[in-house]
């Protein structure tokens, strides 16, 4: 049986092989190889031999060319009913439902061609191959345009798999977070009295391809927006904190959980009731020079046009609305 639906068998096999490399060794480059057929392949081929399981229904070439076709729509149709179900589209779901849909067809495809005449065996036949190209009564330009075709796919399919198995980063950024006390993004200090301390968790991961040295600000800012003209006007603001870190570049993690990279714990009090905004400014490499507070106030010096430049995004930065009470 191993020998008549060697393909069939190979897809089974090697289906159940990538699923235990990726759980048992996750690094191994076969991983790779084996699940460009596991995506773009297997699918296909599978149930298209389910379908037509005859020799004469479809010729080699044909059962190739619509694997690789019906492939690339049976998978995205997978991910887009994973994508309704409450396992959404991750690799755990992914991999075992294409894998269980590799193995059934496969075995389905197996089973009907146990049971009809003339049966499709799959056979690596150059001459073969030459009569369904119908080779040697084909013009020269045609025999031309077609090692042109043939080589235009092999190189289109070296060139993919040097894609996935050399991945490259196109987009550098960072990730700038804060949570509450308890690790979530949820549970803010919010609402305080004077004196009394609040915490929340700064978090930075550096997805920039080189190290670079952070500088983190910490304001107190007291301000109000005015709907009519559209303007932001800075009545209070104060310098509670500043730090900076140095961070290596981190991969952008795509499969498994992510990690964080660097955490600090930062506790604050205010000291004075009213609505206060507490915002978070992260600088790259260079931090801008400060100038010289009114009473430790920097509501009328040019430190203003930081914030102002956090609110249109110009900066990166995150904001926390504390209502301070008094005692």
Do not use: C
Request: proline content about 5%; aromatic content about 12%; glycine content about 6%.
């Amino acid at each position: 049986m191993m020998k008549r639906h060697w393909d069939l068998m190979l897809i089974i096999l090697l289906s159940l092989l990538l699923i235990a490399i990726i759980y048992i060794s996750p690094e191994n480059s076969l991983r790779k190889v084996i699940g460009i057929g596991f995506i773009l392949f297997f699918p296909g081929y599978a149930f298209i031999n389910f379908l037509f399981p005859k020799k004469k229904e479809l010729d080699t070439l044909e059962r190739l060319a619509l694997s690789f076709g019906l492939s690339i729509a049976i998978t995205p149709l997978i991910g887009l009913v994973l994508n309704y179900t409450p396992y959404g589209i991750r690799l755990t779901p992914i991999l075992i439902s294409l894998g269980a849909f590799n193995i059934v067809f496969s075995t389905l495809a197996i089973y009907r061609r146990e049971n009809v005449k003339e049966p499709y065996i799959p056979k690596i036949d150059i001459e073969k191959l030459k009569e369904e190209l119908e080779w040697d009564k084909i013009s020269k330009l045609d025999k031309i345009l077609t090692v042109v075709l043939v080589i235009a796919i092999i190189s289109s399919f070296a060139t993919l798999i040097y894609i996935i198995t050399h991945p490259k980063q196109s987009e550098y950024f960072t990730e700038f977070y804060i949570l509450g006390k308890s690790g979530k993004a949820y549970d803010y200090p919010t609402k305080l009295f004077v004196g009394e301390n609040g915490t929340v968790i700064i978090g930075i991961v550096n997805h920039e391809g080189r190290e670079v040295n952070y500088f983190v600000e910490i304001w107190l800012v007291n301000l109000t927006y005015n709907t009519t003209t559209n303007q932001t006007t800075i009545h209070n603001m104060y310098l509670m904190d500043k730090f900076n870190i140095s961070l290596l570049p981190k991969p952008i993690v795509v499969e498994g959980n992510w990690t964080p990279q660097w955490e600090k714990n930062y506790t604050f009090t205010i000291d004075k009731p009213g609505k206060w905004q507490l915002w978070f400014l992260l600088f790259k490499d260079k931090e801008p020079k400060l100038p010289k507070p009114a009473n430790n106030d920097y509501a009328k010096t040019n430190a203003t046009q930081r914030i102002l430049d956090a609110i249109d995004g110009k900066i990166l930065s995150l904001k926390l609305n504390v209502d301070v009470g008094e005692i």
